[in-house]
Protein backbone atom coordinates (compact mmCIF):
# COMPACT_ATOMS: atom_id res chain seq x y z
CA UNK A 1 0.00 0.00 0.00
CA UNK A 2 1.50 3.54 -1.14
CA UNK A 3 -0.20 6.78 -0.03
CA UNK A 4 0.91 10.20 -2.05
CA UNK A 5 0.44 13.55 -0.90
CA UNK A 6 0.48 16.15 -2.88
CA UNK A 7 1.94 20.35 -2.19
CA UNK A 8 2.88 23.09 -3.49
CA UNK A 9 0.38 24.31 -5.04
CA UNK A 10 -0.89 27.85 -4.94
CA UNK A 11 -1.76 31.22 -6.75
CA UNK A 12 1.00 32.39 -9.19
CA UNK A 13 1.04 34.96 -12.01
CA UNK A 14 1.53 33.94 -15.84
CA UNK A 15 5.22 32.96 -16.50
CA UNK A 16 5.75 32.41 -12.81
CA UNK A 17 7.14 29.16 -11.40
CA UNK A 18 5.79 26.27 -9.00
CA UNK A 19 7.14 23.20 -7.82
CA UNK A 20 5.20 20.38 -6.89
CA UNK A 21 5.92 17.63 -4.74
CA UNK A 22 4.31 14.37 -4.06
CA UNK A 23 5.34 12.46 -0.83
CA UNK A 24 4.97 8.22 -0.50
CA UNK A 25 4.56 6.30 2.41
CA UNK A 26 6.02 3.04 2.70
CA UNK A 27 9.72 1.83 1.81
CA UNK A 28 9.29 0.61 -1.74
CA UNK A 29 8.75 3.94 -3.27
CA UNK A 30 11.82 3.07 -5.93
CA UNK A 31 9.40 0.08 -7.61
CA UNK A 32 6.65 2.17 -8.49
CA UNK A 33 6.87 4.66 -11.27
CA UNK A 34 4.80 7.71 -10.71
CA UNK A 35 2.82 10.31 -13.03
CA UNK A 36 1.99 13.28 -12.35
CA UNK A 37 -1.84 14.29 -14.23
CA UNK A 38 -4.11 17.52 -14.11
CA UNK A 39 -7.70 18.10 -14.48
CA UNK A 40 -9.54 20.96 -14.56
CA UNK A 41 -13.24 22.32 -14.33
CA UNK A 42 -15.18 20.45 -16.99
CA UNK A 43 -12.38 18.74 -18.43
CA UNK A 44 -10.66 15.07 -18.66
CA UNK A 45 -8.02 13.89 -16.34
CA UNK A 46 -5.09 14.47 -18.68
CA UNK A 47 -1.33 13.16 -18.53
CA UNK A 48 1.25 15.96 -17.88
CA UNK A 49 4.65 14.03 -17.38
CA UNK A 50 5.72 10.75 -16.25
CA UNK A 51 9.25 8.97 -14.07
CA UNK A 52 10.27 5.63 -14.43
CA UNK A 53 11.45 3.91 -11.23
CA UNK A 54 14.70 4.93 -11.50
CA UNK A 55 13.78 8.28 -12.66
CA UNK A 56 16.18 7.44 -15.59
CA UNK A 57 13.18 7.65 -17.97
CA UNK A 58 10.78 10.95 -18.12
CA UNK A 59 7.58 11.52 -20.36
CA UNK A 60 6.43 14.34 -20.71
CA UNK A 61 2.90 15.74 -22.35
CA UNK A 62 4.07 18.08 -25.54
CA UNK A 63 1.86 21.10 -24.11
CA UNK A 64 4.39 21.04 -20.78
CA UNK A 65 7.32 20.02 -22.43
CA UNK A 66 10.13 22.51 -21.91
CA UNK A 67 8.57 24.61 -19.33
CA UNK A 68 7.92 21.27 -16.84
CA UNK A 69 10.69 18.97 -15.43
CA UNK A 70 9.65 15.95 -13.43
CA UNK A 71 12.24 14.36 -11.23
CA UNK A 72 12.66 12.12 -7.99
CA UNK A 73 14.66 11.44 -5.25
CA UNK A 74 13.94 7.52 -3.99
CA UNK A 75 15.96 8.39 -0.75
CA UNK A 76 13.08 10.72 -0.14
CA UNK A 77 10.58 8.92 -1.28
CA UNK A 78 9.20 12.32 -3.13
CA UNK A 79 8.84 12.75 -6.84
CA UNK A 80 8.37 16.88 -7.87
CA UNK A 81 6.98 18.68 -11.07
CA UNK A 82 9.09 21.60 -11.75
CA UNK A 83 6.28 24.23 -14.14
CA UNK A 84 8.37 27.13 -14.97
CA UNK A 85 6.86 29.82 -17.90
CA UNK A 86 3.37 28.79 -16.50
CA UNK A 87 0.05 29.82 -18.51
CA UNK A 88 -3.44 30.45 -17.44
CA UNK A 89 -4.38 26.95 -19.20
CA UNK A 90 -2.38 25.15 -16.76
CA UNK A 91 -4.34 25.94 -14.01
CA UNK A 92 -5.83 22.60 -12.95
CA UNK A 93 -6.05 20.28 -9.92
CA UNK A 94 -2.64 18.16 -10.14
CA UNK A 95 -2.38 14.81 -9.05
CA UNK A 96 0.02 12.57 -8.82
CA UNK A 97 0.14 8.58 -8.91
CA UNK A 98 1.90 5.51 -8.72
CA UNK A 99 2.30 2.55 -10.59
CA UNK A 100 3.09 -0.77 -9.74
CA UNK A 101 3.68 -2.04 -13.23
CA UNK A 102 7.34 -1.16 -14.64
CA UNK A 103 6.15 1.53 -17.08
CA UNK A 104 9.01 2.90 -19.72
CA UNK A 105 6.85 3.81 -22.78
CA UNK A 106 4.83 7.28 -23.07
CA UNK A 107 2.21 5.11 -24.07
CA UNK A 108 2.29 3.28 -20.67
CA UNK A 109 2.50 6.41 -18.62
CA UNK A 110 -0.01 8.69 -20.19
CA UNK A 111 -2.76 6.21 -19.10
CA UNK A 112 -4.49 6.79 -15.55
CA UNK A 113 -5.70 3.19 -15.43
CA UNK A 114 -2.05 2.10 -15.40
CA UNK A 115 -1.80 3.76 -11.61
CA UNK A 116 -2.91 2.14 -8.32
CA UNK A 117 -2.41 4.62 -6.11
CA UNK A 118 -2.80 8.59 -6.62
CA UNK A 119 -3.17 11.75 -4.25
CA UNK A 120 -5.65 14.02 -2.95
CA UNK A 121 -4.43 16.68 -5.78
CA UNK A 122 -3.30 19.82 -5.49
CA UNK A 123 -4.86 23.28 -6.87
CA UNK A 124 -2.70 25.40 -9.48
CA UNK A 125 -3.93 28.28 -10.57
CA UNK A 126 -2.08 30.96 -12.76
CA UNK A 127 -3.31 34.18 -13.69
CA UNK A 128 -2.66 36.81 -16.09
Known amino acids: QVQLVESGGGLVQAGGSLRLSCAAS????????VGWFRQAPGMEREFVAG????????YYADSVKGPFIISRDNAKNTVYLQMNSQKPEDTAVYYC?????????????????????WGQGTQVTVYS
Open 26 to 33: GRTFSSYA
Open 51 to 58: ISRSGGIT
Open 97 to 117: AAAALRLTTAQAMGVPTAYDY
